[in-house]
């Protein structure tokens, strides 16, 4: 390629990114994770999947030396061999025989983001870490949907560097959206197999949904959400026994020896286990939630409730994900900590100053009686419209504490709507 023909493609690709960013402006971002099934994968294929990882964990580490004494964007991308350390920590090279180019770029695109976002931390003063080897690598981003991966139908894909097509579950999720559009994805080696999560882009519905009326919600300890029409979820998880049993199992294993990282392995599924039921109830109960045409509630510091006291922390940990879906949402008000919803009686308005957790039931002077987490929950509209006027977003007093959404990251983005609803097993009340 001459520097003519050079010149003449960027200006080609950033005249297509300024179009593609109009256009995303009219669109939503929602990550879907399909599931590859290596049921379906014969012996080279399977060798092929696990290498990637291995192959850019190698790369990863290549670069990140080469990063001690040069600038990353120095690096060759295009190469074949990496240094790397041996089991007793002796120099050995590394051939990258199943890592496709564009995934290469990928990797040390990702080291490039991360000495960009701490050098961008560490000019606003807070105190910044290296970057660490990895000993797993387990995400590698696949940038361009038909180059780095493809669906030829709707139970198979292509990936770059495989020859035959690839078994997935799970693309019945977005398959028939109309109008959809897929961006980069990202390949996962998880605990429990390997995952493509797809970056889509859809219009934004225009059709009016029906919603339900406004709803308040009170998080709590003693129930974990309640709401104002008098709902109460019950959120329990216990860890379970197999998490214990694979901790023991850990600490009775050679550090360093085989069977050590084979426990490792196992502890992890049972990790992840966890997570995709919180996960999964989680995403139940905001579905639930935003029926509602708005919903009311307080910003309150679930992590710092007195989780020695209270011990279950598993439950928080729901109401956390619950809580951080919700605020990113344009339907749902949030009210500041120091609005006194507990204390506040909706008849006389009056506060009711010695109320302590153990009054399960609010009880005013003027005859008002009603239970306490109903009460609060209640309590959040009408404070909310008292001092809002329900402005999106904004607490009481002004400051602007909705998140920031990050839409390219489809690790931290999970959107995926629940179809089935809650079950009335997990109510209370
Ligand atoms: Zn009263």
């Given at each position: 390629?001459?520097?003519?023909?050079?010149?003449?493609?960027?200006?080609?690709?950033?005249?297509?990114?300024?179009?593609?960013?109009?256009?995303?402006?009219?669109?939503?971002?929602?990550?879907?994770?399909?599931?590859?099934?290596?049921?379906?994968?014969?012996?080279?294929?399977?060798?092929?999947?696990?290498?990637?990882?291995?192959?850019?964990?190698?790369?990863?580490?290549?670069?990140?030396?080469?990063?001690?004494?040069?600038?990353?964007?120095?690096?060759?991308?295009?190469?074949?061999?990496?240094?790397?350390?041996?089991?007793?920590?002796?120099?050995?090279?590394?051939?990258?025989?199943?890592?496709?180019?564009?995934?290469?770029?990928?990797?040390?695109?990702?080291?490039?983001?991360?000495?960009?976002?701490?050098?961008?931390?560490?000019?606003?003063?807070?105190?910044?870490?290296?970057?660490?080897?990895?000993?797993?690598?387990?995400?590698?981003?696949?940038?361009?949907?038909?180059?780095?991966?493809?669906?030829?139908?709707?139970?198979?894909?292509?990936?770059?560097?495989?020859?035959?097509?690839?078994?997935?579950?799970?693309?019945?999720?977005?398959?028939?959206?109309?109008?959809?559009?897929?961006?980069?994805?990202?390949?996962?080696?998880?605990?429990?197999?390997?995952?493509?999560?797809?970056?889509?882009?859809?219009?934004?519905?225009?059709?009016?949904?029906?919603?339900?009326?406004?709803?308040g919600i009170d998080m709590g300890i003693k129930t974990s959400i309640t709401t104002?029409?008098?709902?109460k979820y019950k959120v329990l998880i216990e860890e379970?026994?197999?998490?214990?049993?694979?901790?023991?199992?850990?600490?009775?294993?050679?550090?360093?020896?085989?069977?050590?990282?084979?426990?490792?392995?196992?502890?992890?599924?049972?990790?992840?286990?966890l997570t995709?039921r919180k996960k999964d109830i989680a995403n139940k109960i905001v579905?639930e939630l935003l029926?509602?045409?708005?919903v009311y509630m307080q910003d309150e510091n679930i992590s710092e409730w007195h989780k020695g006291l209270f011990g279950r922390t598993v439950q928080h940990s729901v109401l956390g994900l619950v809580k951080a879906k919700l605020i990113n949402n344009?339907?749902v008000t949030v009210l500041s900590s120091r609005e006194p919803t507990t204390?506040?009686?909706?008849?006389?308005?009056?506060?009711?100053?010695?109320?302590?957790l153990?009054?399960?039931?609010?009880?005013?002077?003027?005859?008002?009686?009603?239970?306490r987490d109903?009460?609060a929950a209640?309590n959040m509209?009408?404070?909310?419209?008292?001092?809002?006027?329900?402005?999106?977003g904004?607490n009481a007093?002004?400051e602007?504490i909705r998140r920031?959404?990050?839409?390219?990251?489809?690790?931290l983005?999970e959107?995926?709507?629940?179809?089935?609803?809650?079950?009335?097993?997990h109510?209370?009340?």
């Amino acid at each position: 390629m001459t520097e003519e023909e050079r010149l003449a493609k960027n200006t080609r690709i950033r005249e297509q990114g300024k179009l593609t960013r109009e256009k995303r402006k009219g669109q939503v971002c929602r990550v879907y994770r399909v599931k590859i099934d290596i049921s379906h994968l014969n012996e080279a294929q399977r060798v092929h999947m696990k290498m990637l990882f291995v192959e850019a964990k190698w790369l990863y580490n290549d670069a990140l030396t080469f990063t001690q004494k040069n600038d990353i964007n120095d690096y060759d991308t295009t190469t074949h061999t990496v240094q790397g350390l041996d089991k007793d920590k002796q120099p050995i090279t590394h051939e990258l025989e199943y890592l496709g180019s564009q995934m290469k770029q990928s990797v040390i695109q990702g080291i490039k983001h991360s000495l960009k976002s701490l050098a961008s931390l560490k000019k606003h003063n807070h105190t910044v870490g290296s970057l660490r080897y990895k000993s797993d690598y387990v995400s590698i981003n696949l940038q361009q949907h038909s180059v780095t991966y493809r669906f030829y139908d709707e139970n198979h894909i292509g990936l770059q560097g495989f020859k035959e097509h690839i078994r997935i579950k799970g693309a019945n999720q977005f398959w028939n959206i109309p109008g959809i559009e897929l961006a980069n994805a990202k390949l996962l080696n998880l605990p429990d197999g390997y995952y493509l999560a797809i970056t889509t882009y859809q219009s934004k519905g225009g059709e009016q949904r029906k919603y339900k009326p406004e709803i308040g919600i009170d998080m709590g300890i003693k129930t974990s959400i309640t709401t104002s029409d008098g709902e109460k979820y019950k959120v329990l998880i216990e860890e379970s026994e197999r998490i214990k049993k694979c901790q023991r199992l850990i600490a009775r294993r050679k550090n360093g020896s085989s069977n050590r990282y084979k426990a490792r392995k196992l502890l992890q599924r049972a990790y992840q286990r966890l997570t995709s039921r919180k996960k999964d109830i989680a995403n139940k109960i905001v579905h639930e939630l935003l029926e509602h045409e708005r919903v009311y509630m307080q910003d309150e510091n679930i992590s710092e409730w007195h989780k020695g006291l209270f011990g279950r922390t598993v439950q928080h940990s729901v109401l956390g994900l619950v809580k951080a879906k919700l605020i990113n949402n344009e339907r749902v008000t949030v009210l500041s900590s120091r609005e006194p919803t507990t204390k506040y009686c909706p008849v006389c308005g009056k506060l009711k100053k010695d109320i302590t957790l153990a009054d399960r039931v609010y009880e005013c002077p003027c005859g008002y009686r009603e239970d306490r987490d109903i009460h609060a929950a209640r309590n959040m509209i009408l404070l909310a419209k008292k001092n809002t006027c329900g402005t999106q977003g904004i607490n009481a007093f002004g400051e602007d504490i909705r998140r920031k959404q990050e839409c390219c990251n489809a690790d931290l983005v999970e959107l995926g709507s629940p179809r089935f609803s809650w079950s009335a097993s997990h109510k209370r009340g």
